[in-house]
């Protein structure tokens, strides 16, 4: 009977373990580079220089200059502004994987034409070895909070408003500035 209850406690706490099982460190691995070239590309509009560290999947397998034209095109009509983002230390579930797959979290500030108060986005990235370099083959953004504090843990989750400076203009915006569609002071519309 002892030894009955000693194998379903054993079952339950391995059964428990791998249930449980967290992400840990990918002690030295540089998969991080990837997803760093990727959002400082993206931040600066440079579609072409972000398309070297993608997958075929995040790409869809269209050809560079294609790829970056689209791109362009959603941020430009879009008025996508990147502000600051922190990309973590790569993370695996199974030690072995590190040298070949590795998940890369990363908290992103952003805005854009229909959230220009601007938002942190918590960013999970699928970054693989492609022969000699990393490449980012999926990217996923978090929304439900034990995601969020299972990959960001201690990360306090902001309130979705006011995340970037308001003074910063949106690609596009500069046009209006000075004009009459533009508000000063609470004042009428009027010409600056």
């Known amino acids: 009977m002892k030894i009955k ?24 691995n540089d998969a991080m580079e990837a997803v760093v070239l990727y959002t400082k590309a993206m931040k600066e509009y440079r579609f072409k220089d972000a398309y070297w560290v993608l997958t075929d999947t995040m ?9 970056a034209k689209g791109q362009r095109r959603l941020f430009e009509v879009g008025q996508v502004v990147i502000g600051k983002f922190d990309v ?20 992103l500030s952003a805005k854009d034409r229909y ?9 999970l990235y699928t970054v693989v070895k492609d022969g000699a370099r990393w490449k980012i083959d999926s990217q996923e953004t978090l ?5 969020i504090h299972r990959w960001f843990p201690g990360h306090v989750i902001p309130e979705y408003k006011d995340q970037l400076p308001g003074e910063d203009l949106l690609p ?21």
Request: hydrophobic share 40%.
């Open 5 to 28: 209850i000693i194998g379903i406690a054993l079952c339950v706490c391995s059964l428990g373990i791998s249930v449980c099982a967290r992400a840990e460190s990918c002690v030295y």
């Open 59 to 67: 790409t869809d397998a269209l050809p560079r200059d294609e790829w």
């Open 88 to 107: 973590r230390w790569p993370q695996h579930l199974d030690p072995a994987s590190c040298a070949e797959r590795a998940l890369v979290p990363n908290v």
């Open 115 to 123: 959230n220009n108060q601007g938002s942190v986005e918590f960013e």
């Open 143 to 147: 929304f439900d909070e034990p995601d």
């Open 172 to 192: 596009g915006e500069d046009f209006w500035a000075g004009t009459l569609w533009r508000k000063t002071d609470g004042a009428a519309l009027g010409a600056a």
